[in-house]
């Protein structure tokens, strides 16, 4: 072993020697290898197991898993801690060997936020001597001919109480609760005041005063306040350099250059429901507590657990709610409009857990890369100094370093559109034959820079990437980097969103168009896996098993959410019970199936099933459809007989010894072996079944496992158990 281990690292180092150079935006960036142990990994050495096998820790790993959005959970839904860790008990005790869960950049490195202290508005005309201290509401507006129509905005706040001594990026929100009067969009600017007792300088409109007052920032071209919604205003410069007494006082002020009609709108104060808002953001923010509850949930329920890392792109975007806001300093990707005017891709949400601004932060901004790389790192050690803590469990196995990640998202909408060739960014481009070419090397290098803090840190575990549309190309991509200096990026996968069987059991072993992807998943070292595919199909209990038939592996999207693929709903959810019940009468057969696999958990992660090419893990009825109800064992013919559907497994244990069992109440037909052979249960005790000349006919009951023993068999198949177990103790030395 040692020598063969010795063997493959000299291989490795001819091919980088020989390899083929490829360009690259990054000169610097190279996949790194964990150096040390690993947590979890993929053996893809194809030296104990034909197909690459996921490890966790010595032993091979069958996974099988479910998203649970615990950040849906506790923010939309505002579920307790102990409500949403009832979740992962249930997905537990269905079967799921892993659930995957987001963590956000944010979680680990909150912004702070304070709410107005006081705020106020002042108006002239008939209100010009009118206290609006207490109004829920204040107003800013203009009308040059009409003094009634002109109004300033007080806001107060105190963040004496922040404790960071190091802020990187602050910012004021404000919320409009009615549209601009007129419906007429207009900017506003937020002037800072040195102290509250000076700040009414103002004459009527402008901001008057000798210096005490400068402007901090005004509301961009592309965000000018019009709809009910939030409005941000980045107040850094005057909150990171001006403000030692941690009292800041601003007034806010309409910009107009139009005098014909008023132009204003209200303002949500200090004592509405949805006060001005003082955000402080510092990279020396850090705060873990959010991993432990996760890992403590995951723990309780005894379930491995993947992280999906949402940092500067989930999903295609960079939300507000997700990432802190120093990131926004680094929203490199802007769009130079015809008329020269620089603005960011972003759009406008208005919903509370899905933030308020997505914009599309640029993949090829270096010092960005270096943030988020720290920032996953840095969880990662932590991950790692919990773990040795609380009794070496290795609960987290995976991360997934970037969930459906995109280059385009922002550009035309929510939707994806023309990519944006930024002049900042693109310096490398012209080294790539195609923009495509130079995308694919983007979106792999923001992976594989996160990926490396995956590896780099003291709690490796293996690394995926999910897509939702078109970017297959990626795989192959990835692999062919694997093939050419490394990837860091152990495998990439499909959220399809399909309920057809046959296309999912293709999947897992040979090109197929699927989910707008046309490509073979299979493809080099990768792990075909089915990264999200929809909770609420009434036949997941077939896709799963077909997926795994097909060589693919499969993780349901999602538990329980506000969205529309459940598997579980809440009991009563107006009524405060979020106890999850099943969405569908098919959920007891996904369990009862899960928990069948789950039995099965070392034969199915390492061996390869028939769809796949393999001979020793062969399925009857794959599709559930009728047919393929025949397959050989040891050369032995057998046929499946389903009563009620149902897919039966079959399983060479050794060269002498069968497992088989169904999914459904069923009969199999053995040929030609009825005296010579004996069967069993997996504990021993013989079991019973009935012979028809020299075939033996076995009834088995759902879910129910038999050994099927050959006496005086000599079929000299490689690959005994007595070879496999030395591997595999082998494997452990190494
Ligand atoms: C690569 O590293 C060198 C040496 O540290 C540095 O001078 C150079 O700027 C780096 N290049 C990039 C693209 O980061
Ligand atoms: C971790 O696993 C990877 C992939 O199998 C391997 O290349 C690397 O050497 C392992 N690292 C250690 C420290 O064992
Ligand atoms: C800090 O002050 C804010 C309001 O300014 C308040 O909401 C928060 O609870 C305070 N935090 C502590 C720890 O006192
Ligand atoms: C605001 O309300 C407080 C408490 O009710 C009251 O004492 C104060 O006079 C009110 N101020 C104005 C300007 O109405
Ligand atoms: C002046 O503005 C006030 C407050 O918006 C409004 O009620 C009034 O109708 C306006 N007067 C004219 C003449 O437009
Ligand atoms: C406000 O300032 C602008 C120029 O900045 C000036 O044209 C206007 O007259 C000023 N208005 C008042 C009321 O001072
Ligand atoms: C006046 O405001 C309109 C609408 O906000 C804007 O498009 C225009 O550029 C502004 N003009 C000047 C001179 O500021
Ligand atoms: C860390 O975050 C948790 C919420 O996840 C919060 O309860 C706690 O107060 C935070 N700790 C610090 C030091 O801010
Ligand atoms: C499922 O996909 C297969 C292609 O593998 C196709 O032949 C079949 O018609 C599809 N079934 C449905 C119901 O769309
Ligand atoms: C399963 O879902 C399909 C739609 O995807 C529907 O047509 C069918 O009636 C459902 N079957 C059952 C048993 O609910
Ligand atoms: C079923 O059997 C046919 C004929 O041998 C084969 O071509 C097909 O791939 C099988 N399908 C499955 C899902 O095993
Ligand atoms: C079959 O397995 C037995 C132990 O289970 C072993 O003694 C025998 O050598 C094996 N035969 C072959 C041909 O691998």
């Not at 096998?53 to 923010?75: A, C, E, H, K, M």
């Not at 860790?85 to 005790?93: L, S």
């Not at 199999?668 to 009935?690: D, K, M, Q």
Request: charge should be negative.
């Amino acid at each position: 072993m040692k020598i063969s281990h010795t063997l493959a690292k000299l291989a490795l180092w001819a091919g980088l020697a020989t390899a083929t150079s490829f360009p690259a935006i990054d000169s610097n960036l190279t996949a790194s290898i964990a150096t040390n142990p690993n947590i979890s990994y993929v053996d893809i050495s194809l030296s104990q197991y034909n197909k690459p096998v996921l490890f966790v820790g010595q032993s091979p790993f069958f996974y099988n898993g479910i998203q649970i959005r615990s950040d849906n959970l506790r923010l939309l839904w505002d579920m307790t801690p102990e409500e949403i860790g009832q979740t992962y008990q249930v997905a537990a005790n269905a079967g799921f060997t892993v659930a995957n869960t987001q963590l956000y950049w944010m979680d680990v490195q909150p912004d702070s936020s304070y709410a107005a202290t006081e705020s106020t508005c002042i108006q002239g005309g008939s209100s010009a001597s009118a206290n609006f201290a207490n109004s829920t509401n204040d107003k800013i507006s203009y009308q040059s001919s009409n003094t009634s129509a002109q109004s300033l905005t007080y806001l107060k706040f105190d963040f004496t109480n922040y404790t960071l001594d190091q802020i990187d990026a602050a910012k004021i929100r404000i919320y409009v609760p009615a549209a601009a009067n007129n419906q007429q969009p207009f900017t506003a600017s937020l002037y800072d005041t040195l102290t509250w007792n000076n700040a009414p300088n103002h004459n009527g409109m402008n901001i008057t005063g000798n210096g005490d007052y400068w402007l901090a920032s005004s509301s961009p071209s592309w965000d000018p306040i019009m709809s009910v919604s939030y409005y941000d205003f980045d107040a850094s410069d005057f909150i990171i350099n001006h403000c030692p007494d941690k009292i800041a006082s601003f007034i806010l002020q309409p910009q107009v250059n139009l005098t014909s009609f008023i132009n204003g709108a209200s303002v949500a104060g200090a004592l509405s429901a949805t006060p001005p808002s003082l955000v402080l953001s510092s990279t020396a923010s850090w705060n873990y507590s959010y991993v432990d509850t996760m890992l403590g949930w995951a723990e309780g329920a005894d379930i491995k657990l993947e992280l999906l890392w949402f940092g500067s792109d989930s999903s295609g975007t960079t939300m507000d709610t997700r990432v802190p806001y120093f990131v926004y300093r680094h929203i490199l990707v802007e769009k130079v409009q015809t008329d020269g005017t620089v603005v960011p891709f972003m759009v406008k949400n208005h919903g509370a857990a899905y933030g308020v601004y997505w914009y599309l932060s640029d993949k090829n901004d270096f010092s960005l890369r270096a943030l988020e790389k720290t920032a996953l790192k840095n969880v990662m050690n932590h991950i790692a100094e919990y773990n040795s803590a609380n009794g070496d469990k290795k609960t987290i196995v995976g991360i997934d370093v970037s969930n459906e990640g995109l280059v385009d998202k922002i550009q035309a909408g929510t939707g994806g559109g023309s990519i944006y060739e930024n002049p900042a960014t693109w310096s490398a481009r012209p080294l790539f034959s195609s923009e495509a070419a130079f995308v694919q090397r983007t979106m792999w290098e923001y992976q594989v820079n996160l990926a490396n803090a995956v590896k780099e840190s003291y709690y490796p575990v293996w690394t995926r990437s999910n897509i939702n549309r078109g970017l297959g190309v990626q795989i192959t991509y990835n692999e062919l980097m694997r093939q050419n200096g490394g990837t860091s990026v152990d495998f990439g996968g499909l959220d399809p969103y399909i309920n057809n069987a046959s296309l999912l059991w293709q999947f897992g072993h040979k090109q197929v168009a699927i989910g707008g992807t046309n490509v073979n998943w299979a493809t080099g070292s990768n792990v075909p896996m089915i990264m999200e595919n929809g909770g609420e199909y009434n036949n997941s209990e077939w896709l799963i098993l077909a997926t795994v038939a097909g060589g693919g592996y499969y993780n349901v999207y999602d538990f329980m959410d506000e969205q529309s693929y459940n598997m579980w709903v809440p009991a009563n959810k107006a009524a405060g019970n979020y106890t999850p019940v099943p969405a569908g009468s098919f959920v007891s057969g996904v369990s009862s199936t899960n928990n069948l696999l789950k039995s099965l958990s070392w034969d199915l992660a390492t061996k390869v099933p028939d769809g796949a090419g393999g001979t020793d893990l062969v399925f009857f009825n794959t599709l559930n459809d009728g047919n393929n109800l025949t397959n050989t064992l040891l050369s032995v013919p057998v046929t499946y007989s389903p009563t009620t559907g149902g897919i039966g497994i079959g399983i060479v244990q050794n060269n002498q010894t069968i497992l088989l069992t169904t999914t459904r109440d069923a009969s199999f037909n053995l040929s030609g072996i009825a005296s010579s052979a004996s069967v069993a249960y997996t504990n021993g005790n013989p079991y019973l079944y009935s012979t028809t000349g020299q075939d033996m006919l076995i009834e088995i009951p759902q879910s129910t496992i038999v050994q099927i023993k050959l006496n005086n068999r000599n079929p000299g198949r490689s690959g005994s158990r007595a070879t496999r177990l030395q591997a595999r103790s082998n494997h452990i030395k190494k």
